[in-house]
């Protein structure tokens, strides 16, 4: 286990709320914290630009109340994640309205910049980077990032190729500072296995689609109920970076999932050009584990009576 920020030491479970393009919202993310767990947003998601301020403000505003009301049960803090790739051409600005919120997190993709860390750092933020290999870790870590995001084999939208055994164990060789796990997490004793292998948090984004706050269409929720981990498909064709897809999308967009042309990872965008497959639904192998639409509270109060019963269950084991 590696050494926590303050600001993560007083999760209700060890979790963070992943950061999906479109999905993610001001009240998804406000769900998330006050049920416990980080709740997170792209930056991107907020379009025009003018809206992110006007979403911060919501989100800060929002738990500041709440936080008042339960003094004995706070919220758990939010993150903003940004996006840092040559395409991405509101970074800069992005970054203003999170220095200007004091964001608690800022979740670094596609790009490590050591102006970004010390922008977070200038107002005492924790910055976590996602990666999908331990030459990407060394990398992010070198330029002045506090956490590491592990994406393995199996997360939704752009997913690593790695399981997380090897790349979690690693990461941990040399890295003792915060990590969390991404990849098919969605039930509480998954959360309480990716500690048993050495990260500090679970990273779940998937089983969120499924719930009232998320911003998806009804089609969207639906198939993450009814779809597992057979349906879903991994190509790079849709921003350039390999990721996972939910089959009945691709089909829907005219499309053979089993027959899809690849990209030019030369070309990804993630500018407004990116808006051209927002059809297309991203989703990680963990969806199995979700059979009903339901609020992010209810799914969290899930997630925690799973965890409890999962670790107890294993203390059972290990001295019977």
């Known amino acids: 286990m590696g050494n926590i920020p303050s600001v993560l030491k007083d999760l209700r479970i060890p979790v963070i709320g992943s950061p999906m393009f479109i999905i993610s919202n001001p009240k998804l993310v406000i769900e998330q914290c006050k049920a416990g767990i980080v709740g997170s947003m792209p930056a991107l998601n907020a379009r025009p630009i003018s809206l992110l301020d006007e979403w911060l403000a919501e989100i800060t505003e929002t738990l500041a109340i709440y936080n008042a009301q339960n003094p004995d049960r706070p919220a758990a803090p939010f993150a903003i994640n940004q996006i840092v790739h040559k395409s991405n051409t509101r970074l800069e600005q992005d970054m203003e309205m999170c220095v200007k919120y004091k964001v608690p997190i800022i979740i670094t993709s596609l790009g490590a910049r050591e102006d970004i860390n010390v922008a977070a750092h200038s107002y005492g933020g924790t910055v976590f980077h996602d990666v999908i290999n331990n030459k990407f870790a060394h990398k992010a870590i070198d330029k002045g990032a506090d956490g590491l995001i592990a994406v393995a084999a199996g997360a939704g939208g752009h997913a690593g190729a ?13 890295f003792n500072g915060p990590l969390a796990l991404s990849g098919s997490i969605a039930t509480g004793s998954g ?10 948090f679970a990273y779940i984004g998937s089983p ?28 790079n064709l849709f921003t350039g970076v390999e990721g996972n897809y939910l089959a009945p999308s691709i089909r829907a967009a005219g499309l053979d999932p089993d027959n899809l042309p690849t990209s030019d990872p030369s070309k990804m965008n993630f500018g407004s050009e990116a808006k051209a497959w927002k059809d297309i639904w991203g989703c990680g192998q963990g969806i199995g584990a979700v059979n009903e639409v339901t609020t992010a509270a209810a799914f969290i109060n899930k997630l925690h009576q799973e965890y409890i019963a999962a670790r107890e269950n294993l203390l059972v084991k290990s001295y019977s």
């Open 208 to 235: 969120f689609i499924a719930t009232h706050e998320a911003n998806a269409v009804e089609e969207y929720k639906q198939a993450i109920v009814e779809c597992n981990s057979d349906d879903i498909v991994n190509s």
């Open 162 to 174: 790695k399981s997380p055994f090897a790349l979690v164990q690693e990461i941990r060789q040399w």
């Open 191 to 200: 959360v309480l296995a990716a500690q048993a292998m050495g990260a500090d």
